[in-house]
């Protein structure tokens, strides 16, 4: 679990830096664009995540 959360912060940090790229263009000419799409998969990213590790904290406790 603890190696998913570090690939997953490493994934994260450059799709903010991707993300920080295309968002700084539309920025400048006043025209600043929402990506719904990106928020979306990071947030169902982490909550499966968090899924998986209550998951496995559950059956880990019910095998002591």
């Given at each position: 679990m603890g190696l998913a959360m570090i690939a997953?912060?490493?994934i994260?940090?450059?799709?903010?830096?991707?993300?920080?790229h295309v968002v700084y263009q539309?920025?400048?000419r006043d025209e600043?664009?929402?990506n719904r799409g990106l928020m979306v998969a990071v947030i169902a990213a982490f909550a499966s995540l968090l899924v998986s590790?209550?998951?496995?904290m559950q059956l880990t406790a019910q095998n002591y």
């Open positions: 997953l912060s490493g994260l940090t450059i799709l903010a830096a991707w993300h920080c539309p920025v400048e600043v664009l929402a590790v209550k998951v496995s």
